[in-house]
């Protein structure tokens, strides 16, 4: 294990730990507190498969480890901005801009379990395996920057 998967573990366990801390609390308003957990769910999914690649790779297809990898990362600007949203109680004013980032997500979802132009394969790099970026991945960093910053 390098510092790199070490950090993913972490930010798994405390991110999960932060999901069931909120799930333990009365909600003040269970929009937010559901966007909130949902947000952090994603964090946590995502750098858990980051962490334990040294455990699933070995044990599953490398295609199927870089899917789940991005089953979690590829909702993580979608809830962060769905979350904004709902704090703000801007929800109603950018509910199309909302049903666009789910309907991104969707797509890019598909794209990256029935296609290769998502992402093809995996690089090993330093200890490190991480999935290669294929002819969409750049659509998706702009839109993760576009919703995270909106």
Do not use: D
């Amino acid at each position: 294990m390098n510092h790199f998967t070490a950090s993913a573990l972490l930010t798994s366990a405390f991110s999960l730990a932060v999901c069931l801390y909120a799930l333990t609390q009365p909600a003040g308003s269970a929009r937010v507190h559901r966007s909130f957990v949902l947000y952090w769910f994603s964090i946590a999914f995502w750098s858990l498969f980051v962490g334990l690649q040294a455990v699933f790779l070995p044990l599953m297809p490398e295609a199927l480890w870089g899917w789940l990898l991005h089953v979690g990362v590829l909702f993580i600007p979608t809830t962060f901005f769905h979350f904004s949203l709902v704090l703000t109680q801007r929800v109603t004013k950018a509910r199309a801009a909302l049903f666009s980032a789910y309907g991104l997500t969707l797509a890019f979802l598909v794209l990256n379990s029935f296609t290769t132009l998502f992402t093809h394969g995996v690089a090993y790099r330093e200890g490190y395996a991480y999935p290669i970026p294929a002819r969409f991945y750049p659509v998706f960093f702009v839109s993760f920057v576009a919703f995270v910053l909106w």
